[in-house]
């Protein structure tokens, strides 16, 4: 497990990777490679989650051993936490086990997303993925400005506990 002394470096080094990926997503955008730009922001979500993870265990020494485990290797988790992290900022937002399907449900779409917003790849029913067509620029804007709502939100809320 990662010692306690070197955690603040770990979410130091997740916060500048956060802003790099989010940064490099936008000019990614601005070139019209909305695919990979679109990549690379839900790879900001994961990257964010892993330091979600950190911040707790700084916060409590050894109660989140299996999430930081999992931080490491398990991407659809990460997208998770991320996303069930971004629901507990909006009010209205429903919980429970509804939530967490919910959660499930939308961390698989946007793993399956990243990988054809990077690869080439053939359907049966819907022919071939292009990453560089630009069909993608709508919702690669859409993600970019969900990874950095993202961020805003929690890095808000972390501030406050």
């Known amino acids: ?47 964010y989650a892993k330091k979600i993870v950190l911040i707790a265990q700084k916060t409590h020494p050894g109660k989140f051993d299996d ?8 991407r659809d ?7 069930d992290t971004l629901m507990k900022e909006f009010p ?3 919980s429970g086990e509804e939530a967490a399907s919910k959660v499930r449900d939308m961390a698989r779409k946007l793993s399956s997303l990243k990988q054809v917003s990077l690869y080439v790849d053939y359907d049966n029913k819907l022919g071939w993925f292009d990453p560089n067509k630009a069909d993608y620029q709508n ?17 808000t809320w ?4």
């Not at 999430?67 to 398990?74: A, E, M, P, Y």
């Not at 988790?77 to 996303?83: D, G, P, R, V, Y």
């Not at 993600?143 to 890095?155: G, H, M, P, T």
Request: with cysteine; glycine share 4%.
């Open 67 to 74: 999430q930081i485990r999992r931080s490491f290797w398990d």
């Open 92 to 94: 209205d937002a429903p």
């Open 1 to 47: 497990m990662i010692p306690v002394d070197n955690l603040q470096d770990g979410i130091q080094l997740c916060t500048r990777n956060v802003d790099r990926l989010l940064e490099d997503a936008s000019i990614l955008y601005q070139s019209g490679s909305y695919g990979h730009a679109q990549a690379l922001a839900i790879l900001a979500m994961e990257e």
């Open 158 to 161: 972390l501030e406050r506990i």
């Open 139 to 155: 919702v690669a804007a859409v993600q970019i400005a969900y990874a950095k709502e993202l961020v805003q939100r929690v890095d």
């Open 77 to 83: 988790f990460k997208l998770q936490l991320a996303l």
